[in-house]
């Protein structure tokens, strides 16, 4: 008769077996590192590496850990987003919320999931981290990922001078990218931020009149240079395309 002295039984060891591998699940997020030059912008970018058991939602924090450097000037959220909401930008901080409405969207297994992108602004010369805190990563069973989860901050450094002290745009509603002054005169003709002015950047103009009057500085979107938005503004815009 043999000896089973010492030795493990099939089922416990099988239990073993899979309690090692779930202790072994992990995940991390990571964020783009970039570079600036003060007054001007890149935008950075945080993944998911992989949610074993799918994901629902997200409640997160992005920080900019010296605003001196730098700041957050908008945020687009993934879009597997069924619905999502963020703070007021631009600031140093602001808490994003993601929610997907069907377990289809992101399912088990899914592999780097794009968490959003956030606009960053260099503010002054210098080296800042872009941090990220949990409240929220769930599962699409309800189980919490936030115990298992690591973060790897991006780096954002800053060259230049330092920035103007003059108003600067803000994104339009629905836009991931701030609005640029291709000429570099001080006009603001680009609204969308693909560094082209089209039929696309008047149709913005056009659709988002009231809010630019009450949102964005003047000066910048003042085409025909009388002090005010209005419409003779978007036929100026439409004159340069």
């Known amino acids: 008769m043999k000896n089973n002295h010492g030795r493990i039984p099939a089922a416990a060891l099988l239990a073993i077996l ?11 997020i990571t964020i783009d590192n970039a570079e ?16 074993t058991e799918g994901l629902s939602g997200y409640t997160i924090t992005v920080q900019v850990d010296n ?11 993934p879009s597997w987003a069924d619905m999502s909401q963020n703070g007021t930008l631009p600031a140093a901080s602001m808490t994003a919320q993601a929610v997907a409405l069907s377990v289809t969207k992101l ?15 260099g503010v002054s010369p210098g080296t800042t981290t872009l941090s990220v805190s949990l409240t929220n990563l769930d599962d699409n069973s309800g189980g919490d990922y936030i115990p298992s989860t690591t973060i790897a901050g991006g780096t954002i450094t800053v060259t230049g001078s330092g920035i103007s002290t003059g108003p600067t745009p803000i994104a339009l509603p629905g836009q991931g990218r701030l609005p640029t002054s291709p000429g570099g ?3 603001y003709e680009d609204l969308n931020g693909d560094d082209a002015v089209s ?35 978007i036929v100026a815009l439409n004159e340069t395309i």
Do not use: C
């Not at 399912?107 to 602004?121: E, F, T, Y």
């Not at 659709?207 to 003779?232: C, M, R, S, V």
């Open 199 to 233: 039929f696309s950047d008047v149709s913005l103009y056009f659709g988002n009149f009231e809010w630019i009057q009450a949102n964005e500085p003047i000066t910048l979107f003042d085409y025909n240079k009388n002090g005010i938005i209005d419409f003779g503004d």
């Open 18 to 28: 899979l309690l090692t591998g779930m202790a072994a699940a992990s995940q991390q």
């Open 185 to 187: 005169d001080g006009h």
């Open 107 to 121: 399912p088990s297994g899914s592999k780097n999931i794009p968490l959003g992108r956030a606009v960053i602004r």
């Open 67 to 77: 605003p001196a450097v730098a700041r957050i000037e908008s945020w687009t959220p």
């Open 36 to 51: 600036a030059a003060a007054g001007d912008t890149q935008t950075v970018s945080l993944v998911l590496d992989q949610a």
